[in-house]
C-alpha cells in the first residue's frame, strides 16, 4: 500500500457514513428527549458533546476532502477521536447501568436553586431525578447508552478509515 500524500484525496464512503449515522444518532437522542419525554441523566448530556464536537469536524473533513486533503484527514481524525470519547462514556454508563461498576455518585436531574422559600415544596415535587445507573429503555438488551457505544464506535472506525484510508483507485 502506498503512502499517503498530502494531495491524496481523503475517501468520501466513510466519511460520509461517519456523518450520517452521527447525526442520525443525535437526531434519535433528541427525538427520544422532545417527542417521547425521556429526561436524560446527567451522563446522558454528557455523551452528546462528541457529537457536538465531532459532527462539525466530520462535515469540515467532507467539504475539504478534495481542495485541502491533509486538513481533511486532520478533521476526520480529531472527529474520529472525539467519538472514542463519545463510545468510551457510553460503554462507562451501559456497564453501570448492569451493575458492572458503580456509576458516577452525583447523576441525577433537578432544576436551579429556588428564590422563593413557598415555592420550595413544588419545585421539589415537579423534580424528576434520573440515575445514571438504571436504564430507562432497552432494545435488543442495549439501553441509550449502550447504543450510543454502538453508534459512537461505528462513527470513530469510520471517521478514522476516512482519516488513515487511500481512496480506491478508478479503473
Known amino acids: 500500500m502506498a503512502a499517503l500524500s498530502p494531495r491524496t484525496p481523503v475517501p468520501v464512503l466513510p466519511l460520509a457514513a461517519a456523518f450520517a449515522v452521527g447525526l442520525a444518532a443525535i437526531a434519535a437522542a433528541w427525538g427520544f428527549q422532545l417527542i417521547g419525554g425521556y ?19 466530520l462535515l469540515v473533513a467532507f467539504l475539504l476532502r478534495r481542495r485541502a486533503p491533509a486538513l481533511a484527514r486532520v478533521a476526520a481524525g480529531l472527529g474520529g477521536l472525539a467519538f472514542l470519547v463519545g463510545a468510551a462514556l457510553g ?14 455518585s452525583d447523576c441525577g436531574g433537578g432544576t436551579g436553586p429556588t428564590t422563593n422559600a413557598g415555592d420550595l415544596l413544588s419545585q421539589m415535587r415537579a423534580t424528576r431525578l434520573v440515575s445514571c445507573t438504571e ?5 435488543l438488551g442495549l ?6 457505544m454502538v453508534a459512537s464506535g461505528f462513527v470513530a472506525v469510520a471517521a478514522l478509515a476516512g482519516a488513515v484510508v487511500k ?5
Open 143 to 148: 439501553s441509550f447508552a449502550g447504543w450510543n
Open 167 to 171: 481512496p480506491a483507485e478508478r479503473a
Open 135 to 139: 436504564a430507562s429503555w432497552r432494545l
Open 39 to 57: 429526561v436524560p441523566c446527567k451522563l446522558c448530556y454528557q455523551q452528546r458533546i462528541p457529537y457536538y464536537v465531532g459532527l462539525p469536524l
Open 91 to 104: 460503554g462507562y454508563q451501559a456497564g453501570a447501568e448492569w451493575g458492572f461498576w458503580p456509576g458516577p
